[in-house]
């Protein structure tokens, strides 16, 4: 009912900035939980942020609160996950997800993108 598409991963040194992408389409609607996660090899998944396709009730995870920033461009159907003051510890494949306000866990995945932070 939702597909999504991660972009704009990449390398970038320690300090840098990226801003990943996560295209939607499909059954978006106001009440719609958008999260960011990343996984790093021999990690656990980490939710990163999470945001309504409104803009309602944005969050960030301790780990990134100050450097991170979830946002929304209900026009052309986009989350974004501005990601500053990057730290090598930040390396991981990102995902974004999705699921309905009334479930407990997120459903629909993209294919995840790579960042990774050099020293």
């Known amino acids: 009912q939702v597909q999504l598409v991660e972009s704009g991963g990449g390398l970038v040194q320690a300090g840098g900035s990226l801003r990943l992408s996560c295209a939607a389409s499909?059954?978006?609607?106001?009440?719609?939980?958008v999260g960011w996660f990343r996984q790093n090899p021999g990690k656990e998944r980490e939710l990163v942020g999470r945001i309504t396709w409104s803009g309602a009730n944005p969050y960030n995870a301790d780990s990134v609160k100050g450097r991170f920033t979830i946002s929304r461009d209900n026009a052309k159907n986009t989350v974004y996950l501005q990601m500053n003051s990057l730290k090598p510890e930040d390396t991981a494949v990102y995902y974004c997800a999705a699921r309905f306000p009334s479930r407990l866990s997120y459903e629909y995945w993209g294919q995840g993108t790579q960042v990774t932070v050099s020293s």
């Open positions: 499909g059954r978006t609607f106001s009440g719609l939980v």
